[in-house]
């Protein structure tokens, strides 16, 4: 079963940026749509953003659209998603998800009840 595992969490001060990246160990990231997703304590995941198989496509949830950026590098077996411009309001659990593709993945991708699987989450902390 994929295992992802997310790294590049840690404290950042308001204003600041940050690069997480979503790794696989052991499996091919290429075979599926990746997703990124945040969790405050108390309220729901939502999704952050999504991207293809190829990278071609992507999808941006409003939470933080202007602000993230995803990418992947299949080379490097990565998915990476910037975020600049962090606010206290931003402080959550971020996850990466995997979906096994198929039409209209990159339109279902935002949402945590279509992912199949999940990383365990790195803690974004934004405080001055």
């Known amino acids: 079963q994929l295992q992802l595992v997310e790294s590049g969490g840690g404290l950042v001060q308001p204003g600041g940026s940050l690069t997480l990246s979503c790794g696989a160990p052991?499996?091919?990231?290429?075979?599926?749509?990746i997703g990124w997703f945040r969790q405050v304590p108390g309220k729901e995941r939502e999704g952050i953003s999504c991207?293809?198989?190829?990278?071609?496509?992507?999808n941006y949830g409003d939470s933080m659209m202007g602000r993230a950026t995803i990418t992947r590098s299949n080379g490097q077996n990565k998915v990476y998603l910037a975020i600049n411009r962090l606010k206290p309001e931003d402080t959550a659990v971020y996850y990466c998800a995997a979906l096994t593709p198929a039409y209209g993945s990159i339109y279902k991708c935002l949402s945590p009840d279509a992912m199949e699987f999940w990383g365990k989450g790195t803690l974004v902390t934004v405080s001055s």
């Open positions: 052991g499996f091919l990231l290429e075979d599926y749509v």
């Open positions: 991207v293809s198989r190829s990278g071609d496509s992507t």
